[in-house]
């Protein structure tokens, strides 16, 4: 059912600035930049080695979620995402068990990727995404 971890999701108020810093400065090799325009958000995906990624997310108006989250907690870590096999099943299984889902129904991603959030309210307060990878 779980694959692994897949990212960390890291909120910044500033994309480019934060490439300086975990590129220039930390080391790590940037992967790819995304603009997600029904999610409001620019993403740089930072190799972490392996199949792990760092996902630094910059909201792109004040409406966007993570607008929201920079302005009541400022920059630092957002969620946290698991790659699964099967998104539905595991969804479906979620909510049979009275999981608090934010997506019911998975959404498109960057790189063809299927995702949904689940609610911090049901994982003790860390926002969970959950990831599943186009098959080949
Ligand atoms: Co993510």
Excluded: W
Excluded at 59 to 66: E, G, Q, R, T, V
């Amino acid at each position: 059912m779980f694959v692994g971890m897949d990212h960390v999701g890291v909120a910044v108020k500033s994309l480019d600035d934060a490439i300086r810093v975990y590129r220039d400065a930390l080391g790590f090799e940037l992967k790819g930049i995304h603009v997600l325009t029904e999610r409001k958000v620019r993403v740089a995906f930072i190799s972490a080695g392996g199949k792990t990624q760092i996902e630094l997310l910059e909201p792109l108006d004040s409406n966007s979620a993570i607008a929201k989250f920079l302005e009541t907690r400022g920059e630092g870590i957002h969620h946290f995402a698991v790659e699964v096999d099967n998104i539905d099943a595991v969804l479906a299984e979620m909510k049979k068990k009275g999981v608090a889902l934010i997506d019911e129904q998975p959404q498109m991603g960057a790189e063809g990727k299927r995702i949904a959030f689940v609610h911090p309210k049901s994982t003790k307060g860390v926002l969970m995404e959950l990831v599943e990878k186009p098959k080949r």
